[in-house]
């Protein structure tokens, strides 16, 4: 019998959450509890592993240099360990558990009675079409903690709506609020609501555990994905309501300059050099006050520029931008990006590199300084280094070692310690298509 995973102690050591997360929302409000400690254990459909577990490929090691083979051999457990996968399950355990089975729906409601938290991202109201609904998983376990992900919560004729992260930020505004004059829409290129909208999520879940902690009673988090891209647009909301105005996109390409609040210098600068593409190189560079613009004008050894007046004031800049930011690009462009930071910033301009994955993860000095890529290893994959979860605590530190799971990996703690069935039992209920 496999012994009891060895999992981080923090502040949420203790703590057992069953996972139906899928696809990227719904993990990575799970994945924020990993790191302190907690026990999640994640459910898959034996017919129908995690679409993330080979999904956007490259795979790590030795399948990384044969594609084809490796797509033929589905047997093997690497086959289910893409990169995706180990970042959004990292410190999760997993287990294959049929629920359209009745056996299985057993096995699922003895584990969530013996669970703190239950957590899933599914379209509105599918936990209540297997029997699942609120009234039932208090009768389970009266202490459980049901976080329930979805695009648009579970009121309203909207509540059965499949969404996705950009349905969500299209539905919030965030979709409208971004694009060029005279153009589409363009949305927010990656997935963000994805990503934010977990975050969101998990913390409804600590919040959840936190009520029942000090009241003992279970908690619904009925939590909708749009609403929380909403809260980034209170400018907009507020234009409307005080001025009647709807949102509108500027009137003119602002690109990389600031227009609410007025903003001069405020661009990204072409420097020396180009990556290993063969992409040019950025700065940004801003100045928010008169003490910044003074200082910018010492450093580019350009005092004149102060009493020009087409400078003179913020407004003066605002308004003549094009012919100031040729002149800064003229100082930029034979320096290295990092050395324009560095000067700057020693005297006060605000000033940062445009790095990009390569940058961050071989150049960034204050990543590295913050031990932000610890190594992982992977029983299958080998060692590889992984981003760790941001947040510091000074008492219980996140551990961001645990590594994303094997395929059905813990079935023998998770079905013979937790829920007490022995060997022989087990592998009735796999002949059975249960486990």
């Keep these: 019998m496999t012994s009891k995973p060895q999992l981080p102690q923090g502040f949420l050591t203790g703590v057992r959450i069953v996972d139906f997360s899928w696809k990227t929302v719904g993990p990575w409000a799970t994945r924020m509890l990993t790191p302190y400690g907690a026990e999640v254990i994640h459910i898959e459909p034996p017919h129908r592993p995690d679409d993330h577990r080979f999904e ?11 594609q084809i083979a490796f797509r033929d051999a589905p047997d093997s457990p690497a086959y289910y360990t893409t990169p995706n996968f180990s970042h959004l399950h990292a410190g999760k355990l997993a287990i294959n558990l049929n629920t359209r089975h009745p056996e299985g729906m057993q096995l699922l409601e003895k584990l969530i009675a013996t669970s703190d938290g239950l957590s ?34 579970h009121k309203g004729e909207w509540g059965s709506y499949r969404s996705y992260g950009p349905s969500a930020q299209a539905s919030s505004g965030l979709t409208f609020s971004s694009g060029l004059p005279g153009k589409n829409p363009a949305g927010w290129g990656y997935s963000y609501m994805d990503v934010t909208g977990g975050w969101c999520g998990g913390l409804g879940m600590m919040m959840g555990l936190l009520r029942m902690k000090r009241t003992g ?16 647009l209170g400018p907009f909301f507020l234009d409307y309501q005080v001025n009647g105005r709807p949102t509108r996109r500027p009137d003119f390409p602002p690109g990389n300059r600031s227009i ?37 004008c010492a450093v580019m050894g350009k005092p004149e520029l102060l009493s020009d007046p087409r400078f003179v004031t913020m407004a003066d800049r605002r308004a003549n931008q094009d012919v100031l930011d040729d002149i800064i690009s003229t100082w930029t462009a034979p320096r290295r990006r990092y050395e324009i930071m560095t000067v700057l910033q020693q005297v006060g301009v605000i000033a940062v590199p445009i790095q990009n994955a390569e940058d961050r993860v071989e150049y960034d000095a204050q990543l590295r300084a913050r031990e932000m890529y610890p190594v992982i290893a992977h029983p299958e994959v080998g060692e590889f280094e992984m981003e760790r979860y941001p947040p510091r605590l000074s008492r219980t530190p996140a551990d961001n070692t ?12 998770v079905f013979g310690e937790i829920l007490g069935i022995d060997s022989q039992e087990m592998n009735r209920l796999r002949e059975g298509g249960v486990i």
């Design 260 to 296: 609410w609040p007025e903003v001069a210098p405020h661009n990204t600068y072409r420097c020396a050099g180009i990556d290993r593409q063969g992409q040019d190189w950025f700065v940004f560079i801003a100045c928010e006050t008169q003490e910044q613009w003074e200082s910018l």
């Design 56 to 66: 956007f490929r490259p795979v790590y090691g030795d399948a990384a240099k044969n």
């Design 217 to 232: 009673e279970g908690v619904y988090v009925d939590y909708a994905v749009t609403e929380a891209a909403m809260a980034m």
């Design 120 to 153: 899933e991202n599914f379209s509105g109201g599918v936990l209540d079409s297997w029997g699942l609904g609120w009234d039932r998983l208090k009768e389970i376990n009266p202490k459980l903690v049901y976080l329930s992900l979805s695009g648009y919560g």
């Design 402 to 413: 645990g590594r994303a799971p094997i395929l059905k990996e813990h079935e023998e703690y």
